[in-house]
Antibody
Framework: VQLVESGGGLVQPGKSLKLSCSAS????????MHWIRQAPGKGLDWVAY???????VYADAVKGRFTISRDNAKNTLYLQLNSLKSEDTAIYYC?????????????WGQGASVTVSS | DIVLTQAPLSVSVTPGESASISCRSS???????????LYWYLQKPGKSPQLLIY???NLASGVPDRFSGSGSETDFTLKISKVETEDVGVYYC?????????FGSGTKLEIK
């Protein structure tokens, strides 16, 4: 199982960014996927989940601003970040949901760094 | 939201000794199916988190049996017996009973 995030960077407040997570080593289309973030020096903060059938759930802090999506043909998970705020600054991890309990994150990527600053 | 409170904030352990980390939930994590939805992760320095314990007391694949998890519906303990230098990092408990999924604030384990 390999998950590789990309698309991070420095962005101004109010702007947008799109993260990608390329998956390999498993049948991507059969698994739910998560995004989790970690602010500098802080703990883990769940952001969003997308099921294998593309149903979605979001944390209140990002609802209406972030959009999780997937392209099964490309084995890729996405997170569109809009209206970014300084408090969105974090490392963003994608994680696979366990096959028999998709809430459980059983494999994580190495993370993509997002910095929101003017 | 379910709040998970971890203690202590940090622990310093001599190699070969034991360490215990507590996690208290603001709500019962026992599901209607009789499963306790409490999980433990370890984030080693500079790495992404890795699953240690699932459903309160089950070792994830590849995790040494020096690690064990126990608890009730709201109070949980991760025990590491015979701590090794490779065990350093931050330990997080997590609940996957309901959304939003939440994590404890973490306990940093250091070696003396």
């Amino acid at each position: 199982v390999q998950l590789v995030e990309s698309g991070g960077g420095l962005v101004q407040p109010g702007k947008s960014l799109k993260l990608s997570c390329s998956a390999s080593g498993f049948t991507f289309s059969s698994y739910g996927m998560h995004w989790i973030r970690q602010a500098p020096g802080k703990g883990l903060d769940w952001v969003a989940y997308i099921s294998s059938s593309s149903g979605t759930v979001y944390a209140d802090a990002v609802k209406g601003r972030f959009t999780i999506s997937r392209d099964n043909a490309k084995n890729t998970l996405y997170l569109q970040l809009n209206s970014l705020k300084s408090e969105d600054t974090a490392i963003y991890y994608c994680a696979r949901g366990y096959r028999y309990n998709p809430h459980v994150m059983d494999a994580w990527g190495q993370g993509a760094s997002v910095t929101v600053s003017s | 939201d379910i709040v998970l409170t971890q203690a202590p904030l940090s622990v310093s352990v001599t190699p070969g000794e034991s360490a215990s980390i507590s996690c208290r939930s603001s709500k019962s994590l026992l599901s209607s199916k009789g499963i306790t939805s409490l999980y433990w992760y370890l984030q080693k320095p500079g790495k992404s988190p890795q699953l240690l314990i699932y459903r309160m007391s089950n070792l994830a694949s590849g995790v040494p049996d020096r690690f064990s998890g126990s608890g009730s519906e709201t109070d949980f303990t991760l025990k590491i017996s015979k701590v090794e230098t490779e065990d350093v990092g931050v330990y997080y408990c997590a609940q996957f009973l309901e959304y939003p999924l939440t994590f404890g604030s973490g306990t940093k384990l250091e070696i003396k």
